[in-house]
């Protein structure tokens, strides 16, 4: 993808580094939003678990929120939660921090990045602010398949980090746990972020693997399935040396006291998590056989959500689903004519199904 031309400074404006000055902005569009069926940011769609408002209800009070927060007591439940030590552990931001920390980690200027297209865009933005030579390698059309070939064909012994998700947004496909080792191996001298944000709704984690692979980092993010985007709360794992380095490189207090607390009883909640993710299990195969009946093609996903194939209608009807209520996210700048759509319940996917049947 050709960068865009240098935006046209001011005159008296103090001149940005050349690597933001040759960045694209990422607005994603998050306003009026309220009150629709959200169907566009692959978010939970029902809401935290209840018993997540009755703690913070039961811990928070003014002298609380009056401190810093400490993270001993969070760090612990997730690295029990997750059967992972605590020094392994890096709690962030969100997976956008985490990401970040781990380029402002191991990237310097010019350093190469391998990229997958198309991808969760913060990769690249943060890749570039930090002025690194992106190298990315193309999802296979039209079914979008992990190009697991073309990956490791792409690392070089110039190759200083791949960030890739398992499964890929905005895709839903993802690779395996051999063609993880198999990058892995390949690229022993590189820092290797497996992004896992949709994990839950594929069951595939490299997690298993940190133990013998000194280079993995893996990522995971309590926006999704535990339904805290507003909380902004993430964590990464790693070897306990390579959690050291990002804990250097990360903001102290990054992470608010509400996430830090609201988390330790997100996970606890296992059956309501369960109950959720075979709920979007059940509505996906319900939103794909409707696709079908429509005729509509899409890529077979392993996530929360289906990126689906409406052609040169793709604008269009997604701008006739928001007159009706409904959210859903167009992906035609990556891949043309591909909307995106999250899966939720089954009763808010019959209401898409039934308002897609209007319109097509």
């Not at 678990?49 to 993270?71: G, K």
């Not at 002025?131 to 979008?144: D, F, N, S």
């Not at 839950?200 to 298993?208: C, R």
């Not at 996430?259 to 195969?285: G, K, P, S």
């Amino acid at each position: 993808m050709a960068s865009p031309k240098p935006a046209k400074i001011p005159k008296g404006i103090v001149h940005p580094r050349v690597a933001v000055l040759k960045m694209a902005a990422y607005s994603p569009p998050t306003a009026g939003r309220e009150g629709k069926l959200r169907l566009d940011f692959n978010e939970n769609t029902v809401g935290c678990s209840p018993r997540v408002i009755e703690f913070l209800r039961e811990r928070l009070s003014a002298a609380s929120l009056a401190v810093y927060p400490e993270y001993g007591e969070t760090k612990q439940a997730l690295a029990d939660f997750f059967h992972m030590p605590a020094e392994q552990l890096l709690l962030t931001n969100g997976t956008d921090e985490a990401i970040q920390v781990f380029v402002n980690t191991y990237i310097n200027g010019g350093d190469e990045v391998l990229l997958l297209r198309p991808a969760y865009a913060m990769y690249r933005f943060y890749a570039e602010v930090a002025g690194a030579a992106i190298r990315e390698v193309e999802y296979r059309p039209p079914q979008m398949e992990f190009p697991l070939d073309e990956v490791l064909r792409a690392i070089t012994p110039a190759t200083r980090a791949v960030i890739l998700a398992n499964p890929n947004n905005p895709t839903g496909t993802g690779v395996h746990l051999q063609g993880i080792e198999r990058i892995l191996k390949r690229a022993r001298k590189a820092a290797v972020l497996i992004d896992e944000a949709y994990y839950e709704f594929s069951g595939v984690t490299a997690l298993p693997l940190i133990e013998r692979s000194p280079n993995l980092f893996v990522s995971r993010t309590f926006s999704k399935v535990y339904g805290m985007a507003a909380m902004r709360l993430g964590c990464v794992f790693s070897d306990a040396a390579n959690i050291a380095f990002l804990h250097k490189a990360q903001s102290p207090y990054s992470v608010n006291a509400l996430a830090a607390l609201a988390v330790q009883e997100a996970v606890r909640d296992r059956r309501y998590i369960e109950n959720y993710v075979a709920e979007v299990l059940a509505a996906r195969e319900l939103l794909c056989v409707g696709l079908e009946k429509l005729g509509i093609t899409y890529v077979p996903s392993a996530a929360n959500f289906v990126l689906a194939n409406l052609g040169r209608r793709a604008i269009p009807v997604r701008d006739a689903l928001r007159t009706r209520g409904i959210l859903v996210r167009d992906r035609s700048y990556e891949v043309p004519g591909h909307v995106r759509m999250t899966v939720g319940t089954r009763e808010q996917t019959r209401r898409l199904l039934a308002a897609l049947e209007e319109i097509w």
